[in-house]
């Protein structure tokens, strides 16, 4: 994984969507890096895993800009809705 050119192409698209917060920025840069550090194209993770990486110590902020990050097309998000299975996020091939 390309995570320069996964960053470069974010940051030129978010000079342009007024939607992205500081908090979507903390929680996409956290997936990257925690993809970067797995190798992999795809995450399985508990929300707090990634919240410590991002930052962010409200579950409910945190989840706010999941889904938000998912509807805006910067990542696809599938919620488990168990507390004992990850959830899974990656990255659109267009991002």
């Known amino acids: 994984m390309d995570v320069a050119s996964h ?15 500081v908090t979507h920025i903390s929680v996409y840069t956290a997936i990257l890096q925690s993809l970067r550090k797995t190798g992999q194209n795809g995450l399985s993770m508990f929300g707090f895993e990634l919240m410590q990486v991002a930052k962010i110590s409200s579950g409910k902020t945190y989840y706010k800009a999941l889904r938000e990050l998912n509807e805006f097309g910067y990542i696809c998000y599938e919620p488990s809705f168990k507390k004992n299975q990850p959830s899974r996020i990656s990255l659109p091939d267009s991002t």
């Open 7 to 21: 960053l470069d192409r974010f940051f030129k698209k978010i000079s342009v969507d007024a939607r992205v917060t």
